[in-house]
């Protein structure tokens, strides 16, 4: 851009504006830069500052209404879920309780029954010999053996074999001791089962008058043989008792 300067029609000097602007920059070009510079640095500065503003306003916004209700009723919900779990353990601490309640009366009853057992032996109200020998291990004699079918003992195992099975083995025996103790309780425990009225009946009936408890003792036999036919492992063999 050109600037002319007349006077009275005259032309008095002809000016160039770019060469004036060029030449004040080389002048002045350092202290144009630092003008430059500056004012980069607080142009960065105040866009920071903005979006630093910016966000707090959101910040400060949350949660909006619709998530602030979202989260209190999530909040409830756990307070709920909380206070069920506790009850459930409270619950759980009580039914550990009266198992071991039903445990400790569990092993009174084998107590018992074991003292009732010796009583009638020792009253001669029981005599195993007439019904059992001891052939290592324990056997029923004939007169066991014939009891056993007559009575109804052995088809009452046979026809509910899977159920005593299944119970013996949640007694986990380890020892074939322990199958033929376990199977005579397991017996006694289950005696009002339906299953055991034909052999009641048979027994409330039989002239010689033998005690439940000695079927029952006769039907452990079978039981214990029945078992050891599913868990052979655990018969010993011959050469422990040779070892004795």
């Known amino acids: 851009m050109i600037f002319v300067v007349t006077l009275q029609g005259q032309t008095i000097k002809t000016i160039n504006a770019m060469d004036i602007v060029i030449k004040y920059i080389s002048d002045n070009y350092p202290q144009l830069l630092v003008y430059l510079f500056v004012g980069s640095i607080a142009w960065m500065l105040a866009k920071y500052h903005f979006s630093i503003q910016a ?6 916004g949350l949660p909006c209404d619709s998530h602030s209700a979202l989260l209190n009723l999530h909040t409830e919900k756990l307070d709920k ?24 009366k569990m092993e009174n009853h084998g107590s018992v029954l074991s003292s009732i057992c010796t009583a ?26 014939n009891y ?15 159920f005593f099975i299944s119970e013996l083995e949640k007694s986990n025996p380890t020892t074939a001791f322990d199958v033929e103790a376990n199977s005579y309780r397991l017996l006694l425990f289950n005696s ?12 409330f009936l039989d002239p010689e008058g033998m005690p439940f408890i000695t079927a029952a003792m006769i ?10 036919e599913v868990h052979p492992e655990l018969y010993p063999s011959n050469s422990v008792a040779a070892s004795n």
């Open 148 to 162: 056993l079918v007559s009575s109804g003992g052995k088809e009452c195992i046979d026809s509910n074999l899977d």
């Open 81 to 104: 879920i909380g206070n069920i779990l506790a009850n459930v353990c409270n619950a759980l601490a009580k039914f550990e309780a009266k198992f071991d309640a039903i445990d400790a």
């Open 55 to 60: 966000t707090r306003k959101k910040v400060d």
């Open 192 to 203: 009002e089962k339906p299953f055991f009225k034909r052999i009641k009946d048979y027994i």
């Open 219 to 228: 039907m452990s036999i079978y039981l214990r043989d029945k078992y050891f």
């Open 120 to 145: 009638l032996v020792n009253k001669k109200m029981l005599d195993p010999a007439s019904v059992f020998r001891k052939l290592s291990p324990y056997r029923s004699t004939e007169v066991g053996e």
